[in-house]
């Protein structure tokens, strides 16, 4: 077996030991309303529910705003299965939600640009 990758249920031969859909359940719907550019922040509360390797990584990441696209990449989850666990997160009081706030235009060239090279940064 080989050495273990960053983040839970990862094996540098294998590859992710779970399936992802298993983090969540099988459940492919969040709660909450939330997109790829919607920001979540911890709210220092202690979650009321049990919470699983994912759950807790999430929330650690949730220190300062930080967008559900970018918890995704760091989890290495599809973001359907994080906007369920950011979903679980904010319904048991742990993080706050909100819905991105365009000015203007919801797709400024600066902002894409940005993303862009947000990506190129964690390749």
Same mark, same amino acid.
């Given at each position: 077996?080989? $050495?273990?990758?960053? *983040?839970?249920? !990862?094996?540098?031969?294998? =590859?992710?030991?779970?399936?992802?859909?298993?983090?969540s @359940? @099988?459940?492919?719907?969040? &709660?909450?309303?939330? +997109?790829l550019?919607?920001?979540?922040?911890?709210? @220092? =509360? $202690?979650?009321?529910?049990?919470? =699983?390797?994912?759950?807790?990584?999430?929330?650690?990441?949730? =220190?300062?705003?930080?967008?559900?696209?970018?918890? $995704? /990449?760091?989890?290495?989850?599809?973001?359907?299965?994080?906007?369920?666990?950011?979903? +679980?997160?904010? +319904?048991c009081?742990a993080? &706050?939600?909100? /819905?991105?706030?365009?000015?203007?235009?919801? &797709? +400024?060239r600066?902002? !894409?640009e940005a993303v862009?090279? *947000?990506?190129r940064?964690?390749?």
């Amino acid at each position: 077996m080989g $050495a273990r990758q960053e *983040g839970p249920w !990862l094996d540098d031969a294998a =590859g992710r030991l779970i399936r992802p859909y298993t983090v969540s @359940g @099988g459940r492919t719907k969040p &709660t909450a309303t939330l +997109d790829l550019l919607s920001m979540v922040m911890a709210t @220092g =509360g $202690a979650p009321q529910a049990h919470l =699983g390797p994912e759950h807790s990584l999430a929330l650690g990441l949730c =220190g300062a705003p930080t967008s559900v696209a970018e918890i $995704a /990449a760091h989890l290495k989850l599809p973001a359907v299965v994080t906007k369920v666990l950011i979903s +679980d997160l904010v +319904d048991c009081g742990a993080l &706050t939600a909100r /819905a991105p706030r365009f000015h203007t235009n919801p &797709t +400024d060239r600066s902002l !894409l640009e940005a993303v862009l090279d *947000g990506l190129r940064q964690r390749l």
